[in-house]
C-alpha cells in the first residue's frame, strides 16, 4: 500500500503481488517501471472511517469551545510551521476574525512556550495537544496549515478542507505537495503574504473557499473508503 503521491524505485519488487496506489499518476510511474498492470490497483489512500463521516459541527464547536467563523487549523507538533514563531505570530494577527487551533501532538515544549506568549492568549486561538479527534477537528475548520505527508494530506482532502503546506521534507513530501498544489487542492505557504491572502480570502470571500470545499468533497464520492481493504481481500482469496 503505498501511502504516498509519487513512486520510489526501492518500493518496486518482483516479489510483490499486489500495489495499491493513490491516483492512476502513481499507477502510470510504476508501469513505466516495469510493474506488470494486473498488479496495479488504483484505490486512493486508506484513512480512518471516521473521515469519511459527516460529524455535527455544533457539538463540535461546543465540546471544543469554538465560534462558528471562519476557522485554521494548524497542525505541527515536533515539526513543522510550530517552530517558525515569526510566521505563526504574524498569523495571529489576524485573531479579531479569524479563528485559529493549534495541535501540538506530543510536543510540550511547544505548547507551553506558545500558552505563556501573549500572541496566542486570545478567545480565538484554541492550543491542543495530542489528540484523537482530527477528523472533527478538520469538519470544523476551513484551512489547513500542514507539513504535507500522505497521510495527512488524503485526510483532509476525504474533508474537502484546502491546504497550504509548509517546508516540504526532500523526497515524497516534496512530490505530495507538487501533485496536490498541481491539482489545485492547497498552495505552499512560502510567505507572510501568501497567509495573508488566504486570512483575506476567509474573511472576505468565505463563499469562495465553501464552494472549493464543495467541489473537492465532490471529487472525493469516486472513491470508496473500503476500496483498499476489497483489494487485499480479494488477492488473499
Known amino acids: 500500500v503505498i501511502t504516498d503521491?509519487?513512486?520510489?524505485?526501492?518500493?518496486?519488487?518482483?516479489?510483490?503481488?499486489?500495489?495499491?496506489?493513490?491516483?492512476?499518476?502513481?499507477?502510470?510511474?510504476?508501469l513505466s517501471r516495469g510493474v506488470p498492470p494486473h498488479k496495479i490497483d488504483v484505490t486512493g489512500i486508506p484513512v480512518h472511517p471516521n473521515f469519511w463521516r459527516q460529524h455535527d459541527k455544533e457539538e463540535i464547536r461546543k465540546r471544543f469551545e469554538l465560534k462558528a467563523m471562519p476557522t485554521v487549523l494548524i497542525m505541527g507538533g515536533g515539526w513543522g510551521i510550530v517552530s517558525d514563531l515569526e510566521l505563526l505570530e504574524h498569523m495571529m494577527r489576524w485573531r479579531e476574525s479569524v479563528q485559529f487551533i493549534l495541535c501540538l501532538g506530543n510536543n510540550q515544549k511547544a505548547y507551553d512556550k506558545l500558552k505563556e506568549n501573549p500572541m496566542f492568549v486570545h478567545p480565538n486561538i484554541r492550543l491542543l495537544g495530542f489528540t484523537k479527534e482530527i477528523d472533527q477537528l478538520m469538519e470544523v475548520s476551513d484551512l489547513l496549515v500542514t507539513k504535507p505527508g500522505g497521510l495527512t494530506v488524503t485526510e483532509a482532502l476525504t474533508k474537502g478542507i484546502p491546504m497550504l503546506f509548509y517546508q516540504a521534507i526532500p523526497g515524497q513530501e516534496e512530490e505530495n505537495c507538487q501533485y496536490f498544489v498541481e491539482n489545485g487542492f492547497g498552495e505552499v505557504l512560502d510567505?507572510?503574504?501568501?497567509?495573508?491572502?488566504?486570512?483575506?480570502?476567509?474573511?472576505?470571500?468565505?463563499?469562495?473557499?465553501a464552494e472549493k470545499r464543495s467541489r473537492f468533497l465532490r471529487m472525493?464520492?469516486?472513491?470508496?473508503?473500503?476500496?483498499?481493504?476489497?483489494a487485499i481481500l480479494k488477492n488473499l482469496s
Not at 191 to 209: C, V
Not at 220 to 230: E, G, L
Request: hydrophobic letters at 30%; one cysteine or more.
Open 191 to 209: 510567505s507572510p503574504e501568501k497567509a495573508d491572502q488566504w486570512m483575506f480570502k476567509l474573511t472576505n470571500h468565505y463563499e469562495e473557499i
Open 5 to 30: 503521491y509519487d513512486v520510489h524505485g526501492t518500493w518496486v519488487s518482483s516479489e510483490t503481488n499486489a500495489y495499491l496506489v493513490s491516483t492512476p499518476e502513481v499507477k502510470r510511474k510504476l
Open 220 to 230: 472525493m464520492s469516486n472513491y470508496h473508503p473500503a476500496d483498499c481493504s476489497r
